[in-house]
């Protein structure tokens, strides 16, 4: 029996993905460059081309010093990209017992790197409002400590670690400094955070097109202030045109970087100022009703809100279709992407307030 095409999730719905609709333009760039591989440009120049303009892009919103110079590539998301930068931290440090110190908000993706790369990872408690503690940091840190990261945009509670502080603990000791703004990082510019290139001594950072950018997945983004982290990553490829690779995949799909263009093309600047802006707005917005319903809420930096409600209620609104989740310690987590509308967080709180009466 013939069964019906499936089709695509709609994201009506969807409240806690970091993701969201790609713009129709870098949906098109996509289609158009799906069979193409940046993992090898010297075959593919016109992709290779693309990832040059992408990374400039990328450099210019993260205040690189030189955005046309900058060192970077389009990985597969944030994971890839945090998993490089730990990696050339550790081939550029002198010693073999390398560690890396992060906050317990840092992502997931330096458990991983950590077990992949053998190297020793410190997490550090955070302060009272969510962002990385200096002075855990600085006590955790040591002559093997390779890296010190900081997170601009923590996927729990959207805090913004105080970069300048971390960037001054890592040059003391040697260490590197990787900002993590795989979410943050669209959403930053408009903002009077300091978190950036400009901002502090970052060595590298993670800033992903395929969140708020509005880039298909998979396209996030590694970016290098200067070309020896990258240098520390390359690998000959005897093979291809192309004699070395400083990525971790091989092959890539073009899509990403295509659709990657054509997103920045489309929005930057000023699409993307006024996505954040809406989004700073709904979460405001978010928040202060949930407050006056009783839930204790933490009060957003960035476009997510985070409140403590009953696991019942929780559930119940995953039964009514609605896609939340729940931060480590429990409390419903809604990020407002820019699918997340006013008139679908209305019909969530519809929602809500029946399963409350």
Same mark, same amino acid.
């Given at each position: 029996?013939?069964?019906?095409?499936?089709?695509?999730?709609?994201?009506?719905?969807?409240?806690?993905?970091?993701?969201?609709?790609?713009?129709?333009?870098?949906?098109?760039?996509?289609?158009?460059?799906?069979?193409?591989?940046?993992?090898?440009p010297a075959t593919y120049?016109? +992709?290779?081309? !693309?990832?040059?303009?992408?990374?400039?892009?990328?450099?210019?919103?993260?205040?690189?010093?030189? /955005?046309?110079?900058?060192?970077?590539?389009?990985?597969?998301?944030?994971?890839?990209?945090? =998993?490089?930068? +730990?990696?050339?931290?550790?081939?550029?440090?002198?010693?073999?017992?390398?560690?890396?110190?992060?906050?317990?908000?840092?992502?997931?993706?330096?458990?991983?790197?950590?077990?992949?790369?053998?190297?020793?990872?410190?997490?550090?408690?955070?302060?009272?409002?969510?962002?990385?503690?200096?002075?855990?940091?600085?006590?955790?840190?040591?002559?093997?400590?390779?890296?010190?990261?900081?997170? %601009?945009?923590?996927?729990?509670?959207?805090? +913004?670690?105080?970069?300048?502080?971390?960037?001054?603990?890592?040059?003391?000791?040697?260490?590197?400094?990787?900002?993590?703004?795989?979410?943050?990082?669209? +959403?930053? /510019?408009?903002?009077?955070?300091?978190?950036?290139?400009?901002?502090?001594?970052?060595?590298?950072?993670?800033? *992903?097109?395929?969140?708020?950018?509005? %880039?298909?997945? /998979?396209?996030?983004?590694?970016?290098?202030?200067?070309?020896?982290?990258?240098? %520390?990553?390359?690998?000959?490829?005897?093979?291809?045109?192309?004699?070395?690779?400083?990525?971790?995949?091989?092959?890539?799909?073009?899509?990403?970087?295509?659709?990657?263009? %054509?997103?920045?093309?489309? !929005?930057?600047?000023?699409?993307?100022?006024?996505a954040a802006e809406r989004?700073?707005?709904?979460? *405001?917005? !978010?928040?202060?009703? !949930?407050?006056?319903?009783?839930?204790?809420?933490?009060?957003?930096?960035?476009?997510?809100?985070?409140?403590?409600? /009953?696991?019942?209620?929780?559930?119940?609104?995953?039964?009514?279709?609605?896609? =939340?989740?729940?931060?480590?310690?429990?409390?419903?987590?809604? =990020?407002?992407?820019?699918?997340?509308?006013?008139?679908?967080?209305?019909?969530?709180?519809?929602?809500?307030?029946?399963?409350?009466?």
């Amino acid at each position: 029996m013939q069964q019906p095409e499936p089709e695509p999730q709609s994201f009506d719905r969807v409240l806690s993905s970091m993701c969201t609709e790609p713009h129709p333009a870098a949906r098109e760039a996509a289609e158009r460059f799906l069979a193409t591989n940046p993992g090898d440009p010297a075959t593919y120049e016109t +992709v290779a081309d !693309l990832e040059r303009r992408a990374v400039k892009g990328l450099a210019t919103l993260a205040a690189h010093p030189t /955005p046309a110079e900058a060192a970077g590539y389009v990985t597969s998301g944030g994971t890839e990209a945090n =998993v490089q930068a +730990v990696r050339s931290a550790r081939n550029r440090h002198d010693g073999s017992d390398v560690n890396v110190v992060a906050p317990t908000s840092a992502h997931f993706s330096f458990t991983k790197a950590a077990e992949v790369l053998g190297v020793e990872l410190r997490t550090v408690p955070l302060d009272d409002d969510y962002r990385a503690d200096p002075d855990a940091v600085a006590a955790a840190v040591d002559e093997d400590t390779a890296l010190v990261v900081g997170v %601009a945009g923590s996927t729990e509670y959207g805090r +913004v670690d105080p970069i300048p502080e971390l960037a001054a603990i890592a040059e003391e000791v040697g260490a590197r400094l990787h900002v993590d703004a795989a979410w943050g990082g669209f +959403v930053l /510019p408009f903002t009077d955070h300091a978190w950036s290139f400009a901002d502090a001594a970052v060595d590298t950072l993670t800033i *992903d097109p395929h969140k708020y950018g509005q %880039a298909p997945v /998979p396209a996030g983004g590694l970016l290098a202030r200067e070309d020896a982290a990258l240098d %520390a990553l390359a690998v000959d490829t005897p093979y291809l045109e192309t004699r070395s690779q400083a990525t971790l995949t091989g092959t890539r799909s073009g899509a990403g970087v295509a659709g990657a263009v %054509a997103a920045m093309d489309a !929005l930057w600047p000023d699409g993307y100022r006024e996505a954040a802006e809406r989004a700073a707005d709904d979460a *405001d917005w !978010l928040a202060g009703e !949930l407050a006056a319903r009783g839930y204790d809420v933490v009060e957003p930096e960035l476009p997510l809100v985070a409140a403590a409600v /009953p696991d019942s209620t929780f559930s119940a609104l995953r039964d009514a279709g609605w896609k =939340v989740s729940r931060t480590g310690t429990g409390e419903l987590r809604v =990020v407002c992407m820019p699918h997340v509308t006013r008139s679908a967080l209305r019909a969530f709180f519809d929602d809500l307030d029946r399963i409350r009466r």
